[in-house]
Structures are given as structure tokens and as C-alpha cells.
Nanobody, 117 residues
């Protein structure tokens, strides 16, 4: 089993920045992809960005140019730098890990990000 612990959420004003971090522990040898999803009230959970062991990244069109995902494999962490935040970015953000071929999927407990003036 993989355990994921998120940190860095909070309340910010539009245009400000936040950095989310996720630390993985447990069966970390099995992790192939790590990433971030988000879910706003009444909405489906959606992919924000993810990154594979070989450095390939993927992100939602709504965050391209504003959010950057990075991974420190030595420390078993993944981070999401969020710049130019907008009110529509408000959601619970969940850290996610997947084994190769999408087996062994794990989720963190989520961290609230609120963007409001």
C-alpha cells in the first residue's frame, strides 16, 4: 500500500500563488505516475497535472501556463506550483499515485484551495 500526505492548501486572493506538496510512503517502489486531481462542489473530479517516472507531464488546458508539476524521486515527493490563481481554481486538491498500466491506484485525503477576494 502507498500512503499519500498533502500539504500547502489555503485561502489566497486572485493572482496569488500556492505550492502544494505530496509525500509518498509505503510501497513506493511500485509508483509509476504521481499527480494532482481536483474536485469542486457539485463537479466531477478532474485531472490537474501528472508526471511519470521518465519525466513525461500532462496537464489540463485550464491550468497550462499557470501550474507546474515537479517530482523529486529521491525524496518521494511531488509538488504543484500554482501561479496566477483564479476563483475557478477553488476546489479540493487530491494527490494521486498509480502503478504502471494504472494498477494500484492510491489517493491522498485532499487539501482545500480557495481563491477569493
Amino acid at each position: 500500500q502507498v500512503q499519500l500526505v498533502e500539504s500547502g492548501g489555503g485561502l489566497v486572493q486572485p493572482g496569488e500563488s500556492l505550492r502544494l506538496s505530496c509525500a509518498a510512503s509505503g510501497s513506493i517502489f511500485s509508483i509509476y505516475t504521481m499527480g494532482w486531481y481536483r474536485q469542486a462542489p457539485g463537479q466531477q473530479r478532474e485531472l490537474v497535472a501528472d508526471i511519470t517516472n521518465d519525466g513525461r507531464t500532462n496537464s489540463a488546458d485550464s491550468v497550462k501556463g499557470r501550474f507546474t508539476i515537479s517530482r523529486d524521486t529521491a525524496k518521494n515527493t511531488v509538488s504543484l506550483q500554482m501561479n496566477s490563481l483564479k476563483p475557478e481554481d477553488t476546489a479540493v486538491y487530491y494527490c494521486n499515485s498509480r502503478g504502471i498500466f494504472a494498477r494500484a491506484v492510491y489517493w491522498g485525503q485532499g487539501t482545500q484551495v480557495t481563491v477569493s477576494s
